[in-house]
């Protein structure tokens, strides 16, 4: 069983590419598409110890298909079923800011609905750290932001998908010292 | 032919009679369901003189069937359709804030996307301005927000309700004035 | 020493009433104006496990002498100081609403860029949660948000102060919970 | 007399010089640094036909110098001395991204309580409009966003420059627009 869930919709590919370099990073992580979630996904949720958020931006906010399972969660949002899990969020673009900051508001914003925990990016991005290469490049960090690549097979940029994988290790580490604090 | 559409989706009805309040207000405006928006409605929205997004907030942010309509306005966006269209919002949720500031954020940015020109709330609220009853009462100023009423009957409570009015006639007056901008 | 500092600015004494009610309800917990800040406190906030944010939400955010100090924190930022520690905010306003979101979202941001992990407010809000009181009334869950009470000698109503001491009670168990997650 | 009032806020010069690149576009604007207003200052502001907001941002929102002019703008906000007035904001960060729509969301917000009307970016960037070169290359759209050029002479990259002259020109279109409605 997995730790942390990425829930994720994808239109042309590049947020589904996305959730795969956080779960190279993550151990124990599985990506769940929300477009087909089925009842026992929801149970998978419930007892996951994180829970990650990831959409396309379009037109400014998170794609509807991804809104559309937002909004599912309100079904148990009066039970708080997943208050005090791990969360954290991302988000693709075709443009490097191009409004990918409201999406992860919006992640945020449902994660503090459900009581969660919210766990950002945490590397500092060019040009403050130049020793960091291209990590986190374009600067967002309350959650995690890709641009997408135009080589329709990469979909990811290597520098976007090295910060994805490190979002990963990130929440990997934020579900474990959480996850220990509770153990007797 | 309405000079200003009004678009909306809606759960339990609320949203749908906030537009009508809104309507009352505006002169020459039409109401559209988005959810079952035809292409016919499309080329009313790309003639519309102002076009209003308004959407119950759900979780956070705006209902997944109003989102993905928003969506779908990226298929024009490179032509630029709706630019200098006069735009405003509005919004429900069932408390006083609810994070209905997020909603209307996204609408304001969808909007920008589209070159729109945006037009928020005037009227200040109490308790600043306590000659003006409970006109917006919880103090939202980029657009419009309304807490669904309890009473089945009403949906909307009648300081909301003429809230929504007044708006309707700023809306009404920004675009006559600037469409007379226009006029030779 | 304090576990948890408690940052605000005050106008008229309602953030600085609010932010008591917070340190009631969380263990060991400082109160720092960052209008008076000195060195000393700085080494404090470094060696702090949790920092909360709080300022009256003025035209719609922060109040110009919070965001100084927020503006202050770039000093240490490349050296990520505050990551991984406890983070909160908390805000007052004149109106329910006022965009105090915003201000809220502010917080979370800054935290994000210092690599902290943000705890939100855990209380359902009325009407869902009627056996519950006014507990959260307004429903904002990012954070802490209260509106100014007119009675001078309160100036945070009841039900908002008790919002407050719950908010750091949570904030207490966050800090607790993951700070064990760190002993070896 | 100057029929738009550029204010800003600048560090180390990046700000203002976008400001310029601004004024370039606009016909008829000034400049007018906030940290230096004097009383005529706020004369010109409510004689004014538009005011454009500016600032760096720093740890995710507006500079705190900035912020305190804003605050300072509540003194006629009873008065909505600025109501009606055509609005739009510009931004300057180290990042691409960097959280600058927030700074833009806050600048938005204040027009918005002052029942201003917004104007932002008209221009569709790349990778959409890959003949527009690198016009709005990061894909800002509520108002204008440069990310600061490491060439200390120029502070501001060619690209950027010319979507401020751009956007210079819109806002003086809309003025212009805007103010035609009212003649009779």
């Not at 399972?69 to 991302?90: E, H, P, R, V």
């Not at 443009?95 to 945020?108: C, I, P, Q, V």
């Not at 097979?153 to 509770?182: C, F, H, N, Q």
Request: aromatic share 8%; proline share 2%.
């Amino acid at each position: 069983m997995s730790d942390t869930i990425i829930c994720y919709c994808t239109g042309a590919g590049h947020t589904r590419r996305l959730a795969e370099h956080i779960a190279r990073g993550a151990s124990s992580a599985a990506l769940l598409d929300v477009e087909t979630i089925a009842d026992e996904d929801w149970a998978r949720l419930h007892a996951a110890r994180a829970i990650l958020f990831g959409a396309p931006t379009y037109m400014g906010s998170a794609a509807g298909a991804f809104k559309t399972f937002m909004d599912a969660t309100s079904d148990f949002w009066l039970d708080q079923l997943w208050q005090n899990k791990i969360a954290g969020g991302f988000t693709t673009g075709s443009a490097n800011a191009g409004d990918k900051s409201l999406t992860l508001m919006s992640f945020a914003t449902l994660a503090a609905q459900h009581g969660m925990i919210w766990v950002g990016q945490a590397e500092i991005g060019p040009p403050a750290n130049t020793s960091n290469g291209e990590i986190n490049r374009d600067g967002f960090w309350l959650g995690l932001a890709a641009t997408a690549s135009r080589d329709k097979s990469e979909l990811i940029m290597p520098a976007d998908a090295e910060t994805a994988r490190r979002y990963g290790v990130r929440i990997a580490e934020a579900v474990a010292r959480w996850g220990k604090g509770t153990a007797n």
